[in-house]
């Protein structure tokens, strides 16, 4: 499937949710044709894996 719009990639988040949140905030979508496709690295070294996690559920 691809989308109409833009695609954005985004991986090693490894557990940065406010860094993940400021990210998203950044993107300039139109969610109704673009695409984010998370790459993996979710979770470890950061100080909220379990927020990433909940966050992308």
Not at 9 to 16: E, K, P, Q, S
Not at 35 to 40: D, N, Q, R, S
Request: overall charge negative.
């Amino acid at each position: 499937m691809v989308p109409a719009g833009k695609i954005f990639a985004i991986g090693d988040i490894h557990g940065c949710l406010d860094k993940l949140k400021t990210l998203l905030g950044l993107i300039q979508s139109d969610w109704d044709r673009d695409l984010i496709v998370f790459l993996g690295d979710y979770v470890d070294r950061g100080p909220d894996s379990r927020g990433v996690i909940e966050l992308l559920l």
